[in-house]
């Protein structure tokens, strides 16, 4: 059986995607839906062809996470512009997982060459890998950015549906590690407001993000920081936006409630040409958490390909 292809003519509107979202959380709680996941994973994939930054976003998306200004568009940003389209795949009908309360575990980003202001931007993504988890059922969304038919970037974002377990489901608990708090090269502090500051920069208005009382609604006691907008922090924490092709990978812990504020530390790695080829290459290694409370928030690793 072949992929199919949904051909989308805009970027899609994430504010009516959550509207939407929500809306089918409040039958599947009215209808008392078994919480049980029987769909396996459509076959198709989503597709916006000609996307395009304005200098004026960027700009704003490079101030707020920390980026000097540049016609480089970092490879986070990117993950921005390909959101919407993932989000029309995980909020169709044939999707066997409810959007809304969907919690991000993971993201890969794979920059093979940089994609520069201006250059029109081809986006594809793509769900597979259902799969169990000890507290739900996890997915990866994958997304691929081609400027003139070459691939530049590529993403995997790993999600969670919490309470939404597989019919089959032979999940394990996984024991969490001791994490002992490395010496701060920084100090983060989060105001209130950050959420709503970076849904203006990506056009994420996920509700947990803007205010308290959105986030109680999904189950959180206060708002909390933006993933993605703590990730790209981090990138910009590492000083790594000269390499032109590099890896970034990042793992998400407990959530940042904001205000608040983060304690991070990013220790560069060079190894020596005698090590492996994998160990050779230049890295970063970050980790952020809370500065109270010592629990950790995230940690990943950016690699020089």
């Given at each position: ?20 979202a929500a809306k ?81 575990l993971d ?199």
């Amino acid at each position: 059986m072949s992929t199919s292809t949904v051909e989308l003519t805009s970027t899609p509107s994430l504010p009516a995607i959550y509207a939407s979202a929500a809306k089918d959380a409040g039958r599947r709680r009215f209808s008392r839906t078994s919480s049980g996941v029987t769909g396996a994973l459509p076959d198709t994939r989503y597709r916006l062809r000609a996307i395009t930054a304005s200098a004026e976003r960027l700009t704003a998306y490079q101030h707020l996470v920390g980026e000097p200004a540049a016609d480089r568009l970092p490879a986070c940003f990117v993950h921005v512009l390909s959101f919407p389209v993932a989000m029309s795949l995980m909020a169709a009908s044939d999707f066997p997982l409810p959007l809304m309360g969907m919690v991000h575990l993971d993201n890969r980003i794979d920059q093979f060459a940089p994609i520069v202001l201006g250059e029109a931007i081809d986006i594809d993504c793509r769900a597979n890998h259902l799969r169990a988890h000890h507290r739900g059922t996890q997915v990866d969304v994958t997304a691929t950015a081609r400027v003139g038919g070459t691939v530049r970037w590529h993403s995997r974002s790993t999600y969670l549906a919490k309470g939404v377990f597989l019919d089959d489901d032979d999940r394990q608990t996984v024991p969490r590690p001791e994490f002992e708090p490395p010496t701060p090269t920084g100090l983060w502090a989060l105001p209130g407001d950050i959420g709503r500051r970076y849904a203006r920069v990506s056009g994420d208005y996920n509700p947990i993000h803007l205010s308290s009382a959105g986030a109680k609604l999904l189950g959180f006691r206060r708002a909390i920081a933006h993933g993605m907008y703590l990730a790209a922090r981090a990138v910009a924490a590492s000083d790594v936006r000269h390499w032109d092709a590099m890896t970034q990978q990042v793992s998400f812990g407990s959530p940042a409630i904001v205000p608040g504020r983060v304690a991070f530390a990013a220790q560069p790695n060079e190894r020596g040409e005698e090590a492996g080829a994998e160990e050779s290459r230049a890295r970063v290694d970050y980790v952020g958490w809370n500065a109270k409370s010592g629990r950790k928030h995230f940690s990943g690793s950016i690699i020089h390909n």
